[in-house]
């Protein structure tokens, strides 16, 4: 039942045939980098014509976005709602698994990542970002009762992150220095996760030996199992997290900016931030970029 | 696991039967268009079905849905994951369902398409009435283990975010901290659809024997 | 478009080791399920009822069962009766147990298509028992398979891109955490697809090189 790309007719010699395959490899090859692309962000007009926005957010990722009952919840999907009210345009929202939010944005297909996006020095070649969300910083997590007790026991470790984070380029510069502070010693070995739920079940079996994220989503998850896990020290340095929009595309930033700025002046992003990160963060720059 | 976790399992389940039956719908009838394009041997066409169908029977489920999903959008063809997700599941079912009705084409005995060629029968009048209603017979069970196969590898379609029935179990899991009830619940489901399935088979199969040839 | 190709050149560590991780999990499944299916075909054919029930309950539940929901089944439920182990060995277990049923129903296949005459021939002559299984029936069985056993080998490559769901790093899983990285979706998944037809065009063409030396054989 297999396949053969040649069918050998009587009388075609096998150099015949190679000559064949070689050409249609190369015309193959030809045809998919001679492919350019087609991005675009949308400008304030297209958006306005199009009546609404469209953002991208993740799907599990607490206490900033997850599903609870049925429901989009969590404080980035509540400031959106407050933003909704305000930015005059419609907002389309689609949940997906965070290793296609950045990406999406980057090909044109969101205008916005609506999501806890950190802000670091190589995003921001890539990307603009509106008025900062919170701050944040990354910390690792282990089991409760682990021997891990500081920076340097992560020597030997497996420590598990999400695929594409700011999280994970924070661990594998916390691996450099650990190498260079131990004499080529780092972390055991470093696991790439789709989602965090399947990262912090992992660490609850004894896969992997610390979990890094944010201090935020890790007290989150102490909170909720304070029997299981416990919080460890900072891995990385402190940094914002703010919505995410391609490099350029001032329009959509304008618009979302004035909403933000706007809540942020009612004290109503104070608040929320107090329900769902437990801290508010007053001292913020308006803009990051 | 409360009652909303069954029932969202149950919404997933029937997410994946939706999909599925969206991509058979579609891909069933696509893949009869590749078989006829290759049995016809349609000059340059012939040669690009052929890759094509070496290249998708090739291709993990997963990976085509990823690929469909985030790297469309590069050429401005920007999917919502419901779309994608059925792009993807009728292209991968398309090209297993041309190996199929080919082989139905080929073992297709040769006397009677002569004959037909004999009274000056249009093409598509020989399609339609000689060829087609002994060919479906013929390939009915390998359609329908094809279709079995297909709801098994919806699963794929998680990776972009759609909840059928996999992620609906691994949401569950994750909320209660104990995953194995939900996808065990959700294994019964599954087996449930296939067997429905696996029945159905046996009954098309005994109503309609595959005629013998005289 | 051809930057992104040269990212993915640069990142070609990664890109080989989840290359090799696809193929050691091929390997690794092909191998042991190919050994436990042909010691699970007996009992399919068993004269015992209950034997023969019990083997084919476990491969009908493989069957049904699709492999994702069976790889997050090992994958939690191991731990839950006491079994740990790393993700790789989890996801090889998983693509072992589903592929032996596979492997155990083709080989049946061919076996009970084998001619009875010779079967019969091969007991006058004094085979019987556990030497008939291994000198007659065993030989042919595979030759006859092999093409089968090909297309499975196939299934097993594209079931191996389920496991990127529990983190094992092969190919799939390597090419989407470069894409989220660099932003280069079509360049990675795309070259993901080309190597895995590559992977496939491979195991069908040994499959062919075996089956036409096994005709020789035969004839």
């Known amino acids: ?289 | 696991m409360n009652a909303f976790d069954y029932w969202s399992i149950a919404q997933g389940a029937l997410a994946t039967v939706l999909l599925s039956f969206a991509s058979i719908v579609v891909g069933v009838p696509l893949g009869l268009g590749l078989a006829l394009i290759r049995w016809a041997r349609v000059p340059f066409l012939n040669r690009v079905v052929v890759a094509y169908v070496s290249l998708i029977r090739s291709c993990p489920a997963v990976t085509l849905t990823l690929l469909i999903f985030f790297a469309l959008p590069q050429f401005g063809i920007s999917l919502d994951p419901t779309p994608a997700a059925i792009l993807a599941l009728t292209i991968s079912t398309s090209a297993f369902n041309c190996e199929i009705w080919r082989a139905a084409l080929m073992n297709f005995p040769r006397d009677q398409y002569d004959a037909a060629l004999a009274f000056a029968m249009p093409r598509s009048l020989r399609f339609r009435r000689i060829v087609m209603p002994q060919i479906w017979r013929a390939s009915l069970p390998g359609i329908v283990n094809e279709m079995t196969l297909q709801i098994k590898s919806t699963p794929a379609v998680a990776v972009i975010g759609i909840v059928e029935i996999t992620r609906a179990a691994l949401r569950v899991g994750a909320r209660t901290f104990d995953p194995v009830p939900p996808f065990v619940f959700a294994l019964f489901i599954y087996g449930l659809i296939v067997f429905v399935l696996i029945k159905a088979q046996r009954v098309i199969e005994r109503r309609q024997p595959v005629e013998v040839r005289a | 478009m051809t930057e992104h190709f040269l990212i993915i050149w640069q990142q070609r560590a990664d890109v080989l080791s989840g290359l090799l991780d696809t193929l050691g999990l091929l390997a690794v499944a092909a191998a042991a399920s190919l050994l436990l299916g042909a010691l699970l075909t007996p009992a399919l054919m068993s004269k015992r009822p209950a034997v023969a029930r019990l083997a084919t309950l476990y491969v009908d539940a493989m069957r049904c069962a699709p492999f994702l929901l069976f790889v997050y089944l090992i994958y939690f439920g191991l731990p839950t009766v006491g079994i740990r182990m790393s993700n790789w060995w989890a996801g090889a277990v998983a693509l072992i147990l589903y592929n032996t049923a596979y492997m155990a129903e083709l080989l049946r296949g061919a076996w009970a298509g084998l001619p009875t005459p010779m079967i019969e021939a091969a007991r006058a002559y004094g085979f019987h028992g556990f030497g008939m299984v291994r000198h007659i029936i065993l030989p042919q069985v595979f030759t006859v398979a092999l093409p089968m056993i090909g297309n499975q080998l196939v299934q097993i490559v594209k079931d191996s891109a389920f496991l990127t769901v529990i983190a094992v790093g092969e190919l799939t899983h390597q090419m989407n955490g470069i894409q989220a990285t660099y932003f280069i979706p079509f360049a990675a998944f795309v070259t993901a697809v080309l190597l895995y037809w590559a992977i496939c065009l491979v195991i069908e063409g040994g499959s062919g090189l075996l089956s036409r030396f096994a005709e020789e054989r035969r004839a």
Not at chain 1, 111 to 122: P, Q
Not at chain 1, 140 to 148: N, V
Not at chain 1, 165 to 170: E, I, P, Q, R, Y
């Open chain 1, 1 to 289: 039942m297999s396949v053969r790309l040649i069918r050998r007719e009587p009388g075609q010699s096998k150099q015949s045939i190679a000559a064949t395959l070689l050409r249609t490899c190369a015309f193959a090859l030809v045809a998919t980098f001679s492919i350019g692309h087609a991005s675009y962000a949308a400008s304030v007009e297209e958006i306005k014509a199009r009546g609404y926005l469209s953002v991208a957010t993740e799907d599990d990722y607490n206490p900033f976005e997850f599903v609870d009952n049925g429901k989009n919840t969590g404080y980035d999907n509540e400031l959106l709602a407050l933003v909704r009210k305000k930015i005059g345009v419609d907002v389309k929202q689609q949940v997906m698994p965070w290793s296609g939010i950045l990406p999406g944005v980057t090909t044109g297909k969101y205008d916005m990542a609506l999501t806890a996006v950190l802000v670091t020095d190589e995003r921001k070649k890539i990307f603009d970002f509106a008025s900062p969300t919170c701050e944040a910083v990354t910390f690792y997590a282990t089991k409760k009762g682990s021997s891990i007790k500081s920076l340097d026991d992560l020597v030997g470790k497996v420590v598990g992150a999400e695929t594409g984070s700011a999280m994970l380029a924070d661990l594998k510069l916390f691996d450099e220095q650990l190498k260079k502070k131990h004499g080529g010693n780092g972390l055991k070995q470093i696991v790439e996760y789709q989602s965090y739920p399947e990262a912090y079940q992992d660490l609850g079996l004894g896969r992997v030996d610390a979990v890094a994220n944010t201090q935020i989503s890790l007290n989150s998850l102490v909170k909720t199992r304070p029997d299981a896990f416990t919080v460890g020290q900072a891995i990385g340095k402190p940094t914002y997290i703010a919505w995410a929009v391609k490099k350029g595309n001032a329009d959509v930033l304008k618009m979302v900016d004035s909403a933000l700025l706007e809540l942020r002046k009612s004290g109503e992003m104070y608040q929320l931030q107090q329900k769902w990160l437990g801290a508010s963060y007053k001292d913020m720059p308006q803009s990051v970029n």
